[in-house]
């Protein structure tokens, strides 16, 4: 079966998280990663080892379906097969600390001028200009910079990062985003791009909602808060919050254990229903009557009240019977799911959304499926690669070098470890 990306080289300089779950990604829609490393590898590979001698789940889990090549880049000979590679790629990609590849000797000139037709994506902090441009940055500084820290929390506490990787795996979504627009650009103009994202920039895009709210503070409070916001001039942490028009909590169930909750969304149209279902047992057959709650600016402004209500209901029954009860009435939501949930949960298993994977080094072990499905180059999802795994074959395969060559840059060290060869 072909795949979407087929034919599609990619270049992959990148390293720890941000630009390795972009090219991830490229790689499951079929392109051939090459994922081109210093002689030490990736440092992620090292990094919260769990099983001695063998590749981090860091690394395993974001550089699946690519191969690697080491190559030292700090070498005349090294450089010369970054050249020729350049030449017979479609994209190359990094995410190295500000000016790290201008002093290796290429910057975007350079790699433009060596093959006019590849597009180069960048990951940066901050982007290539302003103030910032020469910090370094990671998942929480993109956090904290992008807008996501001073709007999660509640007010009273201290500002909180998200266990979601929105900075450095939501900068990667942008990137290939970017680059396969450039892509298809690529196909009327015959000519590559330099396509930039900076983490900032990426967590500002999702935290879009928030600037919403941060104008509509001009005009007054924001009703559908549940904390005041009457004399605010910035968005404000508001706990559990929707965050949209309707009103959301995450409402506690039984047997109260820290993950026993389940969000609810009493939209507009479902209050009438889950008043008359729930009112009986609370002892308020005539909830669904109660002007407190007739209209949904009555709940905005009773919605403490509403809470408790709902979350007394919740106290007999699980996060899942919870559930079930509201389905039936069309309410929208959804249990909090941990990581264990997840790993057994039928659906998830039957999405492919946890695979489990051999490696050489460290048996059997699970992944996060890929999340786009398409349906005609459904993705294979296949084991990360050791290090310098595919050095030969990349060497003789891609490039055309021969045995004496092959031989003559490993006697230079331009190749470090060259495993599997
Ligand atoms: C993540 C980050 C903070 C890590 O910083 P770092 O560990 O100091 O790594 P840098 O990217 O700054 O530098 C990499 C070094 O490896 C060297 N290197 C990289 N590939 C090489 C190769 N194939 N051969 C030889 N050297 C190589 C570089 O030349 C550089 O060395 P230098 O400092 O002598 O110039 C930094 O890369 C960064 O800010 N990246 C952009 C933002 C980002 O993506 N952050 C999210 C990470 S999930």
Known sequence: MSLALEGIRILDMTHVQAGPTCSQLLAWLGADVIKFE?????ATRGQLRDVPGADSLYFTMLNCNKRSITVNMKSAEGKQVFVDLLQVCDIVMENFGPGVLERLGFGWERIHAINPRIIMGSIKGFGSSGPYA???A?????????????????????????????GDSGTGLHLAIGLLGALQQRHRTGLG????????????????VKFRDHQRLAHGPLEEYSVPTGALRETPRAGNDSGGG???????????GPNDYLYVVVQEAVWGALA??????????????????????????????MWALITRFAAGHTKREFMVILN???????PIMSTADLAEDVHVLGRDMILALDHPQRGTWYNVGMPIKL??????????????????????EVLGYDTARIAALGEAGALGKTAGN
Do not use: W
């Open 328 to 334: 039936e009435l069309d309410v929208p939501c959804g």
């Open 246 to 256: 309707q009103l959301g909590n995450a409402i506690q169930c039984k047997p109260g």
């Open 134 to 136: 020469e910090f370094k």
């Open 375 to 396: 349906s005609a180059s459904p993705a294979q999802v296949r084991r990360s690669p050791l290090l310098g795994e595919h050095n030969a074959e990349i060497l003789r």
């Open 38 to 42: 210093p002689p030490q590898g990736d």
């Open 138 to 166: 990671y998942e929480n500084v993109a956090q904290a910079m992008g807008g996501a820290m001073s709007t999660t929390g509640v007010p009273e506490g201290p500002p909180f990062v998200t266990g979601a990787q929105i």
């Open 193 to 208: 791009q330099y396509v930039e994202v900076a983490m900032m920039d990426a967590v500002m895009n999702l935290c879009r």
């Open 276 to 305: 008359q279902r729930i009112g009986p047992t609370l002892g308020q057959p005539q909830l669904h009557t109660d002007p407190r709650f007739a209209t949904i600016a009555e709940r905005r402004r009773n919605q403490h009240a």
